[in-house]
C-alpha cells in the first residue's frame, strides 16, 4: 500500500478533528504530557556529524560519505524531528528527514523516514533498553526502486555524544548482514 501525501494530510485531519471533537466534548480533558520515554529524544537533540558507511557486497570495503544530523524536540516535547544532509556518493546530495514519537498504546517508539533516495515513506517501530542504552527495532519502506524492504535497526548509545546506528539487511544466505552503519559524534 502506497502511502501518500494526500492521504497522509487527510490521516492528519482526521486525528485533528477527532481530538477537537473530544476537547468539545471535555474541555477538561487532559492534553497529553512528555513522560520518561520522551527523555531519549532530548539525548538525540542537537547537531551531530555523521560518518555513512554503505555496504555494498560482502567482503567488499563500505563506501563511505559525511553527513550532519540535526535533531529537534518538537510537539511540545512529544516527538523528535530529525534532518540529515550529506552526500551518498562524492558529488551526490542526500537529504532525509524523519520524525519519532512515542506510542503509549503500542509501548514502542514509531516514527517515519522520507529521504532524496526512495519513493515514499519508511515506517519503524523500535523499543529502547536503558540497560545497554540500546534501541532495537525495524523500518519498512520502498527503496530506490519502488520496492518495500524491511530492515532491523538498531541505535547503540555510547555516550552523551556518540552514537551508532546500524541498519541490517538480509543477506543472500538469509543471515542478517549490515547494510549501512552511521556512527554519529555531537557537534561541539
Given amino acids: 500500500?502506497?502511502?501518500?501525501?494526500?492521504?497522509?494530510?487527510?490521516?492528519?485531519?482526521?486525528?485533528?478533528?477527532?481530538?477537537?471533537?473530544?476537547?468539545?466534548?471535555?474541555?477538561?480533558?487532559?492534553?497529553?504530557?512528555?513522560?520518561?520515554?520522551?527523555?531519549?529524544?532530548?539525548?538525540?537533540?542537537?547537531?551531530?556529524?555523521?560518518?555513512?558507511?554503505?555496504?555494498?557486497?560482502?567482503?567488499?570495503?563500505?563506501?563511505?560519505?559525511?553527513?550532519?544530523?540535526?535533531?529537534?524536540?518538537?510537539?511540545?516535547?512529544?516527538?523528535?524531528?530529525?534532518?540529515?544532509?550529506?552526500?551518498?556518493?562524492?558529488?551526490q546530495a542526500f537529504h532525509g528527514h524523519g520524525t519519532t514519537a512515542w506510542d503509549p498504546a503500542k509501548k514502542k517508539y514509531v516514527g517515519t523516514w522520507t529521504d532524496s533516495i526512495s519513493t515514499g515513506i519508511a515506517l519503524g517501530e523500535s523499543t529502547y533498553d536503558a540497560a545497554t542504552k540500546t534501541a532495537t527495532g525495524w523500518m519498512e519502506g520502498p527503496d530506490m526502486t519502488g520496492k518495500v524492504t524491511k530492515s532491523k535497526a538498531v541505535v547503540q548509545y555510547k555516550d552523551a555524544n556518540t552514537r551508532v546506528f546500524t541498519m541490517y539487511q538480509v543477506g543472500p544466505d538469509g543471515k542478517e548482514v549490515p547494510g549501512m552503519k552511521i556512527s554519529y559524534t555531537r557537534k561541539k
Fill in 1 to 91: 500500500m502506497k502511502i501518500t501525501g494526500a492521504a497522509l494530510a487527510l490521516a492528519a485531519g482526521a486525528t485533528i478533528l477527532a481530538a477537537g471533537t473530544a476537547l468539545a466534548q471535555d474541555p477538561q480533558m487532559p492534553m497529553p504530557k512528555p513522560g520518561p520515554e520522551h527523555k531519549l529524544f532530548h539525548e538525540d537533540a542537537g547537531s551531530w556529524d555523521a560518518t555513512v558507511e554503505m555496504f555494498m557486497a560482502p567482503g567488499a570495503p563500505p563506501m563511505v560519505s559525511k553527513g550532519v544530523e540535526t535533531n529537534t524536540v518538537g510537539c511540545g516535547g512529544l516527538c523528535l524531528i530529525s534532518d540529515f544532509k550529506g552526500e551518498m556518493a562524492p558529488g
